[in-house]
C-alpha cells in the first residue's frame, strides 16, 4: 500500500494504488480522505451562498424558477454567469 503526505495536516495516509492518481496533487503529495470531506463541505457551503446571493439578485419571478432548477443547471448556469463574467464571487476564507 502506498503513502501520501496530506498537504493539508501534514499526516501520512495510505492510498489504494489503483485511486492514487485521484489525491496526489504532487508526487508524494495529496489530500487525505479527512481534508477532503471537509475541503468538500466548505466548497458545497460556498456552492449554496453563491446560489443564494444569485438568485437573491433575480426577480422573485426568475429566483423561483432558478430555485426550481435541477442541483447541476442550477451551478451550471452560475458558472456560465461567472465565465461570461455575469457575476463575480470572491471566496475568502482563514
Ligand atoms: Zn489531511
Do not use: H
Amino acid at each position: 500500500m502506498a503513502q501520501l503526505i496530506c498537504g493539508c495536516c501534514g499526516r501520512y495516509y495510505p492510498v489504494k494504488p489503483g485511486i492514487k492518481s485521484e489525491y496526489d496533487q504532487d508526487t508524494g503529495y495529496g489530500t487525505c480522505p479527512e481534508c477532503k470531506y471537509i475541503e468538500d463541505d466548505s466548497n458545497e457551503a460556498e456552492w449554496i451562498k453563491m446560489e443564494n446571493l444569485f438568485a437573491n439578485s433575480l426577480s422573485l419571478d426568475n429566483a423561483t424558477k432558478f430555485r426550481a432548477l435541477e442541483l447541476e443547471v442550477r451551478r451550471g448556469l452560475l458558472l456560465e454567469a461567472l465565465d461570461d463574467k455575469i457575476i463575480t464571487y470572491e471566496i475568502n476564507r482563514r
